[in-house]
């Protein structure tokens, strides 16, 4: 199975930009990279997919490396509502990646 | 309002006897899953169901089981044979698998005492 690296924790200020870095060097040329955070006590919600291009919605903005090898999921202003643990998730139609596997991810901290 | 429910959101047995998890979805979703989250970690894959009357083994499906008799229904039993199972259960739901959305219920907190 492709797998990705996440950093175990990450610390933010409230308001400033947050990036969440995901590495998926094994990534095959028909991985979606699917992003999910989890509040405490809460199941997991989705925030945002990507291919290849650069994508945004109105949670956040993922940004995917040329060689598609690592990307980075961007919280433009991050408030105390975002403090949670963010997933980085290879995702398919096909092959072994067609179930999600959810790593340990990355606990976000916002400072007030 | 379209969404996945489970219940209840705490539960409690004694060791030794059966539970039956409920997770019900009224998002018209052909896939259906339960994962297992334990304090600290991510969550693992129990058991997905493709579609109705059809269900597979996920990463740690020993000592559980399911059924799909209804496309909205997806419960899931805590068997006696489970050696640890006191966990956070979750059900998310999916028009399809692999690359579509999944959705989440608000999960329930199994105490085995």
Partial sequence: ?112 | DGGITQSPKYLFRKEGQNVTLSCEQNLNHDAMYWYRQDPGQGLRLIYYSQIVNDFQKGDIAEGYSVSREKKESFPLTVTSAQKNPTAFYLCASSMGMGTDTQYFGPGTRLTVL
């Fill in chain 1, 1 to 112: 199975d492709a797998k990705t690296t996440q950093p175990n924790s990450m610390e933010s200020n409230e308001e400033e930009p947050v990036h969440l870095p995901c590495n998926h060097s094994t990534i095959s040329g028909t991985d979606y990279i699917h992003w999910y955070r989890q509040l405490p006590s809460q199941g997991p919600e989705y925030v945002i997919h990507g291919l290849t291009s650069n994508v945004n919605n109105r949670m956040a903005s993922l940004a995917i490396a040329e060689d598609r090898k690592s990307s980075t999921l961007i919280l433009h202003r991050a408030t105390l509502r975002d403090a949670a643990v963010y997933y980085c998730i290879l995702a398919n139609s096909g092959g072994s990646n067609y179930k999600l596997t959810f790593g340990k991810g990355t606990l976000l901290t916002v400072n007030p």
